[in-house]
């Protein structure tokens, strides 16, 4: 018969919000009148900005004139939407990104679940603890973790940084070295940030170390303190460690689109087991054209209408009706005397679950007792147990009853 791949058998449990999905779909089944409010998947739900619409509109014109009609795009992503990435998110920011550096894709969960595969399975990876789940389950399904301790929770060839309240949120740099650092900032899901002088420190790290840092940041755009760096390629020296994950998901409604970017400046490299340097640029380019046929031409335009003035101007406003949310949940958890993290500078807030609860028995009480949805900080690592993460991207009125009902509904 034929054989799996076995490292399949070592994924914990269902992929994250699939779980907390079956576990929603049974309780509206057995209370069918419950009317429950979804903070838990960090999905958008206001409509696409105008000018989107209209550019899809546009776009779908050209598909139907056999003049203007398009097969085949170049699979890294057609030239006005790559210059356009440049001049609207790179230039500004005087962080030097060229138009081939990037590479555009179905979403930014895509590229950073593929990513890893042009590394070896011999390199060491750290990981944030708590962490987005794809980073560490695509890297289990690649065989490069090692085996999963059951008392600990970790796999033992993965260094966990645990990031909690004790730690103000920020992970260490490991005192040993590793070969690729995966860094979400602002983070999902704990909400908090790194500094520009904590992240030259990450930077100056996987220079010594000759490390590959991922960078996620496909929640830039939520940032609204100054001190917070927007893209990593404003830190000095970052061009030489660092490949970059950006979205067009949670910055423009995109996450039935499917829109996002990875950069691969062509001056990082990795090594070849002669010891020569090899262009990741090159490698994830042949990884991507071989994989990939290009994101549909009608979605690039639609990208491409977000890096407008307009369309800039229209994400904010969306972006600021998302960060009202999140105000509206911070001042709930106050009233409360809840303690919670983020919400600032990313659209998640993150709670310590109440009186010692588990993160799982929190979402079962919210649940049963609110009709809430949230997701368990046990989900994204073992330092998540005891915390709890809210989303802000919920409908406005639905997420102030949700306050409402966490006010006057929980027994705590
Ligand atoms: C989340 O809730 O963490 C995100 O929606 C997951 C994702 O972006 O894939």
Not at 18 to 36: H, Q, S, W
Not at 53 to 59: N, V
Not at 143 to 159: H, N
Request: charged letters at 25%; one cysteine or more; a neutral charge.
């Amino acid at each position: 018969m034929t054989t799996i791949n076995k490292n399949y058998l070592k994924l914990q449990g269902n992929y994250l919000f699939a779980e907390v999905a079956r576990r929603v779909r049974a309780y509206k089944e057995e209370n069918p009148k419950a009317n429950v409010i979804s903070l838990g998947i960090g999905d958008v739900t206001r409509p696409l900005a105008p000018a989107v619409i209209e550019a899809l509109h546009k776009a779908v014109d050209e598909m139907a004139d056999a003049a203007t009609f398009r097969g085949y795009g170049p699979e890294q992503g057609y030239a006005f939407l790559r210059e356009a990435i440049v001049n609207t998110i790179y230039k500004p920011r005087k962080a030097e990104v060229a138009a081939d550096e990037i590479f555009v894709s179905d979403g930014a969960k895509s590229d950073c679940g593929n990513l890893q595969e042009i590394f070896g399975t011999d390199n060491t990876i750290a990981i944030t603890d708590p962490v987005y789940p794809v980073y560490l389950d695509t890297n289990v399904m690649a065989g490069r973790t090692g085996f999963f301790d059951e008392a600990t929770g970790m796999f033992d060839k993965v260094v966990y940084m645990p990031c909690t309240a004790e730690n103000d949120f920020l992970p260490q740099i490991p005192q040993k070295h590793v070969d690729i650092i995966y860094l979400c900032c602002p983070n999902n899901p704990t909400g908090t940030t790194l500094s520009r002088v904590q992240l030259k420190a990450w930077v100056d790290y996987a220079k010594k170390e000759k490390a590959i840092i991922l960078y996620d940041a496909a929640y830039a755009y939520y940032i609204t303190e100054e001190d917070v760096p927007h893209t990593i390629f404003e830190i000095e020296g970052a061009r030489d460690v660092a490949i970059e994950f950006r979205s067009f998901s949670k910055t423009a409604g995109f996450t039935g689109m499917r829109c996002g970017y990875t950069v691969v400046p062509k001056t990082v490299f990795g090594m070849t087991p002669d010891g020569t340097k090899k262009s990741l640029n090159e490698m994830w380019n042949r990884r991507h054209t071989t994989k990939f046929n290009g994101t549909a031409y009608i979605i690039q335009r639609a990208a491409e209408a977000v890096l407008t003035e307009k369309g800039q101007q229209q994400i904010k406003e969306t972006i600021a009706y998302y960060m009202n949310n999140a105000k509206v949940i911070r001042q709930g958890l106050s009233d409360m005397g809840m303690k919670y993290y983020g919400g600032v500078n990313a659209p998640y807030i993150w709670l310590r679950t109440p009186e010692g609860m588990s993160s799982w028995e929190f979402f079962d009480k919210l649940l049963h007792e609110a009709d809430i949805v949230g997701t368990p900080g046990s989900g994204f690592g073992p330092s998540g147990e005891g915390y709890f993460r809210l989303t802000a991207f919920g409908d406005a009125k639905a997420t102030v009853e949700a306050v409402e009902r966490m006010k006057t509904r929980l027994k705590l």
